[in-house]
């Protein structure tokens, strides 16, 4: 036999005796003794490579948890890193965020990579965890986790405060015990939580005792896109800026998770992968940390295909999209060669499914659109056929399926990663296309999060444009509107704007009827001066023939004054913007806006105990650069420079209404400064006068600054 031979034999694996060695690998049944005949099964090339029919060990885009730790490898350096600084002697950390890009591995790294490694920490005693996101309830999320997974005892987190949760925390734990509790998709508290359960634990997180007080350990993963949502909680923001980031990982980190769930799951088992598959797979993996799912997902579709080597790989991203596009096209889409077409209404009733499972950014960035949690209640209200499907995508390891335990309990339904929404082309198409749609749903959901955190006060209800686009919503029948939250807000919503309307047809007919009142008056005014038809006045002496000299006592005078100084600080409707526009242009670097405001006041004098309203009226124009909650005011003379900045191209309708529409969503957050403005401008109005009243040596002046009556964006 020779090294040439593809059967030669490489290493002889015994039960016992002496360690051989030879060609190429062979199993040996029996003892060997001195001369003994050994017997002996070949393993050829081919067997070696050889998985049809041995159960797939690799996951595909399902997370690693705990339960797979021994098929977990790669970041072991990182893991002793992690454990090290969670458990210094001089201060063990009680809250450590693992930041990372979407895709980077945060959940499995944490579950099946850290927990582990505390457990051998931790050895003398006893690790418990527990494991949750948390989706729109945080805290019941918090208070589920810590009675189902770690045995503490139940309690309402809503009422928790951070000194009270310590204590909790310190009284139940055994003093053998090691508490470590997972926050997983920490981001979600900023897309899908609502904000009364959100700032509470945002509470609880900023105040965590020290690890020494309640033997608890909290680890969150958040997506490194989602940091800057924790600048206004400046201790958080903090603590995540130290904390572990996942970036990409090395060549030979990759060949271990390549090779180790096979290791683990067929240890006594000759299958291994060639060579330069390995390599190859850990050369395309090692360019970008959020290539991880793609290679997992490779990796469970090349044993699929039931050949480990070169021939069952094209690329990373070829992976995911094969699986998901065969999904979308075969029933039988597991089958060697499928042959079961779905007609074209079951592929559209999928990805509408998916898109009801994501929430897009409202800021053009598709990089930021994440996954979206929903009840399969919701999904499936009005369509129980939908209940097979999320069936069926589940079983394909599309969607991932689980239940939040409660009275009742919450059967919850995802996309299983978020790697499907920037590699799947179909549903990337899917999104653009209806882009728009799922912006108003997406800003209905969020409005409705603000309309629960504020007690559902009617200041929070939905009018003007954004009650429209619910009446899209609900005309769709929009998953947003299938739960009974969002039914009452917008039904809350309609009854108020119905309300609105009466009272403005009211207030409609009132106005005609002071109209016709005044008209009235002026006719009889116009009879008194000795006129009946049209007439011709002067303010000036003399008056020529048919003109009517109306000085200030006039009663013509004296009447439209009092109209004008009555009526001048009443609402000018409900619009805030009158005329708006976009351009393009060089002159700034990011999103500007201009605002041209106008201020109204009553500035109230008084001579003895006879007091008189004179009504003052200026504009200026206002400049910010960002969005309206995040707003950089600029100086006044940039803001007259770019009043006069030409456009450098053209900007399409829809780009513009977007753009014009949130500066309209954000304008709540600019009155702070625009009050502080309207109050400096005020003051300064009344200094004037005042200086014009004591020169006329006038006995005293007050003031009363005037409500904003109305703004002009340009």
Known sequence: MTDSDPDSITNINRSGGADLSAGRDINVDGDVAGRDIIKVT?????????????????????????????????????????????????????????????????????????????????????????????????????????????????????????????????????????????????????????????????????????FRMTRTHIIATVRADYLPELFALPTLYDIAKRGIDLRVMSVDELREVIQQPLRATYPD??????????????????????????????????????????????????????????????????????????????????????????????????????????????????????ARLIDTLTQARLLSVDTEHGEPARVEVDLIHETLLSNWDHLRQAVAERRHELRQRVRFEQQLKEWIGQN?????????????????????????????????????????????????????????????????????????????????ARFELPVQDEQVYLSRTHPIVEGLATYVMDTALDPIGEGIARRCGVIRTSKVEKRTTLLLVRFRYHILTKRGETEQALLAEDCQLLAFAGSAEKAQWLDGSIAEELLLAQPDANVHAEQARDFLQKVLDGFEALRPHLNEVDVQHGEELLEQHRRVRMAARMQGVSHQRALLSNTLAQ
């Open 42 to 210: 070949n393993i050829t090339d081919a067997q070696q490579y050889d998985v049809h029919g041995l159960a797939n060990p690799y996951l595909g885009l399902q997370s690693f948890t705990y339960a797979d730790h021994a098929k977990y490898a790669g970041r072991e350096k990182l893991i002793v890193e992690t454990v090290a600084r969670l458990t210094t002697l001089d201060d063990p950390l009680a809250l450590l965020f693992i930041t990372g890009a979407s895709g980077s591995g945060k959940s499995s790294f944490v579950q099946a990579g850290v927990l582990s490694a505390l457990e051998k920490h931790y050895a003398a005693l006893r690790v418990k965890w527990a494991v949750f996101r948390p989706s729109h309830n945080p805290l019941a999320a918090l208070a589920d986790a810590l009675w189902r997974q770690l045995g503490l005892p139940q309690f309402d987190a809503h009422v928790v405060s951070p000194a009270d949760f310590g204590d909790f925390l310190e009284t139940h734990t055994p003093s053998q015990q090691v508490n470590v509790i997972v926050i997983d998709q920490f981001e979600e508290l900023f897309t899908q939580s609502n904000a009364q359960p959100c700032n509470a634990l945002f509470a609880l997180l900023t105040h965590l005792p020290p």
């Open 269 to 386: 088992n000759n299958k291994r992968f060639r060579a330069e598959l390995v390599e190859r797979l850990a050369q395309d993996a090692a360019e970008d940390a959020a290539y991880l799912p793609l290679l997992q997902v490779t990796l469970e579709e090349i044993w699929r295909k039931g050949t480990l080597t070169v021939g069952s790989y094209t690329n990373l991203a070829d992976a995911i999209k094969q699986r998901a596009d065969k999904v979308l096209a075969y029933q039988d889409y597991d089958a060697a060669q499928p042959n079961q077409p779905r007609i074209s209404e079951e592929q559209a009733a999928i990805l509408n499914l998916c898109l009801d499972l994501v929430d897009v950014s409202l800021d053009d960035e598709a990089r930021r659109d994440v996954r979206r949690r929903r009840s399969k209640d919701e999904l499936v209200s009005g369509a129980p056929e939908r």
């Open 456 to 536: 559902r006060v009617g200041d929070y209800l939905l009018g003007g444009v954004r009650l429209a686009e619910a009446r899209d919503l609900e005309h769709r029948d929009d998953v947003a509107l299938h739960n009974a939250d969002a039914k009452d807000y917008f039904f809350h919503s309609v009854e108020r704007e119905e309300v609105e309307r009466q009272r403005e047809k009211a207030r409609q007919l009132e106005e005609i009827r002071r109209l016709r009142i005044r008209n009235r008056i002026i006719g009889r005014l116009a009879e008194a001066v000795g006129r009946k038809d049209k007439f011709a």
